[in-house]
T-cell receptor, first 114, second 116 residues
Framework: QQQVKQSPQSLIVQKGGISIINCAYENTAFDYFPWYQQFPGKGPALLIAIRPDVSEKKEGRFTISFNKSAKQFSLHIMDSQPGDSATYFCAASTRQTGANNLFFGTGTRLTVIP | GAVVSQHPSWVICKSGTSVKIECRSL??????MFWYRQFPKQSLMLMATSNEGSKATYEQGVEKDKFLINHASLTLSTLTVTSAHPEDSSFYIC????????????FGEGSRLTVL
């Protein structure tokens, strides 16, 4: 059972455009929602994360929007650049320590066209 | 940010041999590390949780005798793929949770294993 559902599977955006990736979850115990960026042949790197006490978090060109009632969260990449081309994974977890309760989405392959 | 180092980054071996992959947390102590396997164009699949000083906890369907995990210190966990076969070829990634209790996981760069 996929704990975190992610869409779209792939995304092509023109340089300068906005890239939007969506995720949804069911488990209301989740309280930490990170996004990871992965380049080919590399491990995932934390991009930005949010906790459910806020509805939006912005870091540079990257924004997470969080809708607690709908159990959905999304990543927006403003002014998308070719260097943003990578696979993006959303994830969700609880505050429980000592356990790997980080559930990953299936990933979105983003291609930004120059 | 915290750094997790994996070595080797890629390895090619013959069928039947064993391969060891190391995962080190460079600037923090990690009582818990995690090992993942990732197939091309797919998400990360958790294989096992490595606990310092105790036995690893394996996910359902992962052969513990095939994938040996040792977490000998607070900064080092190793994954040994024993008697490797071509179907074990994959991208293996480790991660570690900082004891600063932020919940954040830091990932290694991954190790590409190719079994001939």
């Amino acid at each position: 059972q996929q704990q975190v559902k992610q869409s779209p599977q792939s995304l092509i955006v023109q340089k300068g455009g906005i890239s939007i990736i969506n995720c949804a979850y069911e488990n209301t115990a989740f309280d930490y929602f990170p996004w990871y960026q992965q380049f080919p042949g590399k491990g995932p790197a934390l991009l930005i994360a949010i906790r459910p006490d806020v509805s939006e978090k912005k870091e540079g060109r990257f924004t997470i929007s969080f809708n607690k009632s709908a159990k959905q969260f999304s990543l927006h990449i403003m002014d998308s650049q070719p260097g943003d081309s990578a696979t993006y994974f959303c994830a969700a977890s609880t505050r429980q320590t000592g356990a790997n309760n980080l559930f990953f989405g299936t990933g979105t392959r983003l291609t930004v066209i120059p | 940010g915290a750094v997790v180092s994996q070595h080797p980054s890629w390895v090619i071996c013959k069928s039947g041999t064993s391969v060891k992959i190391e995962c080190r947390s460079l600037d923090f102590q990690a009582t818990t590390m995690f090992w993942y396997r990732q197939f091309p164009k797919q998400s990360l699949m958790l294989m096992a949780t490595s606990n310092e000083g105790s036995k690893a906890t394996y996910e359902q369907g992962v052969e513990k005798d095939k994938f040996l995990i040792n977490h000998a210190s607070l900064t080092l966990s190793t994954l040994t793929v024993t008697s490797a076969h071509p179907e074990d070829s994959s991208f293996y990634i480790c991660s570690a949770r900082s004891e600063r209790a932020t919940g954040e996981l830091f990932f290694g760069e991954g190790s590409r294993l190719t079994v001939l």
